[in-house]
Structures are given as C-alpha cells and as structure tokens.
C-alpha cells in the first residue's frame, strides 16, 4: 500500500508541473499585451515599455515563468489590475466559501437524486422506471446548468413566489435557513446536471456488478432482494460512484460561474466572471490554476481510496 | 463458363468475388440503418437534429417569408408577449425573438460543426502519430493531462480572454478543448489496430509508416471517432452558449442562444418569451445530438454502454 501511495504522490508532481506551463503558456502566448490593456488606449509607448519594464515582461518566457512559480509558491498570486492594489489570494479567499458551499449542497443534491434512480434503473432494467430514469439522464446531461437554473427561477420565484430568485446569505451570519432557502434554487441547478451523469454511471455499475457470480451466489442462497442491493452489489459499484462524486465536485465549482452570475451569489465564479468583463489576467491565471490544483489533487485523493479498497489495483 | 486454371472454386473469379463484397456491404448497411431506427430513442435525436439544421439553413428563407428580421430594434414594440405578428414575442430592444432564435440556430450550428470537424482531424492527426512515436505519445499524454486538469469551461473562458470574444475565436477556444478526447480515442484505438497481423504484415513488407497510418489504421478507427464527433458537437453547443451567457463568447447583436439568455436574464420579470424560446430550442439542440450519438454508438460500437 506504501509503494502505491508513493508512486501515486510522485506522480503528481509532473502532472502538476504540466498544468502550470500549460496555463502560463496560455496567458501569455496569446495575442494582446496586458501592459498595453492595463494602461488604456491613451498609453504611450514610452508608457508601455515603462510599464513592460516594471512587470518584468521584457525577460526571456522561462525566466517570466520561474518567477511567477516560485511568486505561486509562497502564496503571492500577484495584484489586480480591475482592483487596483489588490492581492489576488485576498480576493480569492474572499470569495471562496460561496462557491465551496454551492458546490458540496449541489454534490448532496446530486446523489440524493442520482444514486437511488441508478440502483432503481439497474433493478428493474427494461421496465418503465429504466426508461424513465434514461430520459430524464439524458435531460440532465443535455441541459447546461443555466438554462434549468433560468427554468426553475421562472417556476419558482417568478410565478409560484416560493423562493429567491437571486442573492446569498452567509449561513454562519445570517442563520442556516435563509442559507437554504437562497441556495437551493441554485444548488438545484447545478446538481441536476451531475446528477444525470451519476444516474448512469451508478446504473452502469451496479448492472455489472449485479451480473457476477457472487450476486448469484447470494440469490441462490436466499438472501432478500432489497439486502442484495443495498449491502452486497451497491458497496461494489460504490467505487466507481466516488469516482464520479470526485469528478462531480470539480465539475460543480467550474460550472458554478456561469449559476453564480445567473443567482448573483459572490463567490469565486463571479469573481471569475467579472475579471473577464475586467480584462483582469493576474485573477484568471490564479482561480484556473487554483481550480485545476484542485481537480489534481482530488483525482489523487480518488486514486488512494480506490487503492485502500480494491486491492486489485494497488498490487498491479 | 469453364474455370480457369488458376482458381481452385468455380463461380469464384475475381469479378464474382466482388459482386459478392458489395452485396454483402450494402445488406449490412441496410441492417444498420434498420437497426438505428428501430432505437425510438435515436429517432428522436435524427428528428431533433434535422429540425434545428432546417433552421438554421432555412433561416433567411422563413424570416423573409414572414417579414421579420433579428436586427431591427424598434423601440416602440419593447417587451411585447407572443402575437401573430412576432409569434415568439419580442425582446428589451423591439427585436423579434422569432427570427433571432433562428438565425441563433446558424450561429450553434455553424460553431458545433466546425469544432467537431477541427477537433477531430487534429486530434486524429495527433493521436494517430502518437501511437508510433514513444517520445511523441508521452509528450502528447501529459499535454493531454495537463489540459484535462482544467475544467472545459474555465480553459474556454482563458483562451476567450486572451483571444477577443468574436467566433472564430470561439471556434478556436473550443477545438483546443475538444482535441484532447478525440486524440485520446483515437490513440487508443491506432494501438489496438496496430496489434494486428495485417498491420505487421505490411511492416515486413517494407510499407511506409504514413500509408500504413493512413489507408488502413485511419479507417478502421473512423467509428468511434465519429460518435464523439457527435457528441463534441453537443458540448460545443453547450459551452457557447454559456460562453456567450457570461460574455465571454459571441457578442451581441449577435443573436446567439446563449447571448439572448443574458440579456433576457434581467428582464426575467418582464417577459418569460425571451428567456424560454431560445432556452427550449438550446435544450432541443443538444438534446437531439446527445440522443444521436447515443444511437450512432450502439451502432458502431455495440461492445460499450449499458
């Protein structure tokens, strides 16, 4: 299990090396000077290389990047420009807990609803409720998060009056309920879409799982249906539900920008969002690489809980 | 007929035996398409799919015939509710919805293909390569990986800042996130065909390694890249229109679906028409696609799915 663990964490550290070059390289391969943008469309060209000159853009790519690493590593993401004189990671960590919290109630949300349609689909494979749990899958899949986020504002908020259509509350300043009430219409958005990939993913496995021997075993020995689902075949196809969970997390916080501009929740898609409008490279630069990290290290966490139960894998 | 020396079977010249193979392919296609239709399902999408290419190639045709066009703001007809003369309403500028959901159609339509098209020649390209280069495969696996690592969105919406939010840099943003899947599979599948005894065959036969490659792994390998063809297809769909909803993708006037959608967000209150017209048919959209390719995969590839 050490060895695995081992080899697993070194081999993160080429992929995480990747990930940087690849999002350095994409800011600042790309056409358009950010000295020239900073400034304005009034800027001298005395300006700009002033300016060049200050930023260090003038040094060699490698030496632009190196700097920028090691700035990353001590935790310095550099200033932005739309918030002038702002530290990134001040803006970053201010906007984070709206995102992370949208993010888990849509996780919950999403295996409340996909993980019983799934072990419901692989059970009564071919009937009505199979086809049912199909179609509304693809629905999931097919619709982006903003368009059922758009649906239920209209449903609930515009004609039925039941809950906000925009707007966040601090569930430790304002109380847990107003919490609720704000994020659901949101969380639901979000979650419904992952939801549809769950419902298959869990539906796929647990009919796999459902065909092997052991199951059969169990059957013949007269075990009851619900505690073949339940206990025997579901702790199987639980692996590849994490994975999907795993995935699901990463998918909710980079599809929460475009839920959080719709909700007008501040949180770090609406950061990102506005940094866009703003022309702000330093913040995009830092929630992509903080975002992709993260995705890193989650897959690392998957591939460790995947080794820990499944000793298949860890002795390949 | 009196056989030939030189054949072993009568009745099977070469001219016989090519009669057969044609035969033989056409029955097997008729198969197909039979068994495609059976799939209600994958109708469904075909269905779903020629309705919305009808509007966007019949675009000009139907909002000529109907008098409205998707430019023309008239102030005086702000916010108006669906009637006979704008029959899906009108948005905050006057503008008819109707004509601006189609000419929309052009715009997704126009961007879903081209990116499924680019992706897949490059990613193709790449991954075919890759399965003979060691060095060239490593590389393009971590590249791969580095760029998987970035949620779709997030790298789309990089690359449209650097670029300038216009359509051909759309269409650009997203090939480059849509060429890592397609290169995977196709990798993947070049090194399963490369395991063949055809395949070394014509190794020791002294073949080059481009015509190997390309007239007869590419082929072989086209089914599976086409399904995801379709399905790139259907994200790309998706991820302009919520390009355009956070204002990173095609600008207004522009009619695209996901623009409407935010514009029309703020005047939720005012008009439902605005928001659920160009909603449904994004939704129809990506919808048929998904169905489509869900089909066309257990066409081609029914070892997969469910």
Known sequence: MKKYVLKRLLSLLPTIFIVSVVIFLLVHLTPGDPAAAMLGEDATQADIAALHAKLGLDDPLLVQYGRWISNCLRGDFGMSTSVVGKPVLEMIVSHFQPTILLAVYSMLITMLIALPCGMIAARKRGTAADYTVSVVSMLGISLPSFLMGLGLVLLMAVWLRLLPASGYKNPFVDGFLPFLRYMTLPALSLGFIHAGYMMRMTKASMLEVLGSDYIKMARSKGVPERSITFKHAFRNAQLTVITVIGQGFISALAGAAVVERLFNIPGMGSLMVDSIEKRDYQVIQAITLLIAMLNVLINLVIDLIYGAADPRIRLE | ?306
């Not at chain 2, 675009?59 to 023309?72: E, F, H, Q, R």
């Not at chain 2, 481009?210 to 297809?233: C, D, G, K, Y």
Request: hydrophobic letters at 50%.
């Open chain 2, 1 to 306: 007929m009196t056989p030939s020396a030189s054949h072993t079977l009568p009745f099977q010249s070469p001219e016989d035996m090519k009669r057969i193979r044609r035969q033989l392919v056409r029955e097997q296609r008729a198969l197909s398409v039979r068994k495609f239709f059976r799939n209600k399902l994958s109708v469904v999408g075909l269905a779903l799919v020629m309705l919305i290419l009808a509007c966007a190639l019949f675009a000009p045709l139907i909002t000529s015939l109907m008098g409205v066009d998707p430019y023309t703001a008239t102030m005086s007809k702000r916010y108006t509710a669906p009637c006979a003369e704008h029959i899906f309403g009108t948005d905050h500028l006057g503008r008819d919805i109707f004509a601006r959901v189609l000419y929309g159609a052009q715009i997704s339509m126009t961007v879903g293909f081209t990116v499924g098209l680019l992706s897949a020649l490059v990613g193709v390209t790449l991954g075919l390569y890759a399965s003979t280069h060691k060095v060239l495969d490593n590389l393009l696996m971590r590249v791969c990986d580095g760029l998987k690592a970035i949620p779709n969105i997030l790298l789309a919406i990089t690359l449209m800042v650097m670029l300038g939010a216009n359509m051909r840099n759309v269409i650009i943003s997203l090939t480059v996130v849509s060429i890592p899947g397609v290169a995977r599979i196709a990798r993947s599948q070049a090194l399963l065909a490369r395991e063949q005894t055809y395949v070394e065959a014509m190794r020791a036969l002294g073949a080059r390694r481009e015509r190997i490659l390309w007239r007869h792994i590419a082929p072989n390998i086209i089914s599976p890249v086409i399904v995801q063809m379709t399905f790139t297809f259907a994200t790309a769909i998706i991820s302009e229109a919520s390009l355009s909803f956070l204002g990173a993708g095609i600008p207004s006037p522009a009619p695209s679906w996901g623009g409407m959608l935010n514009e029309a967000r703020i005047y939720l209150y005012a008009g439902w028409w605005m928001v659920v017209f160009p909603a449904i048919f994004t939704a129809l959209s990506v919808l048929g696609f998904n169905l489509f390719g869900d089909g066309l995969r257990d066409l081609l590839d029914p070892l997969s799915g469910q």
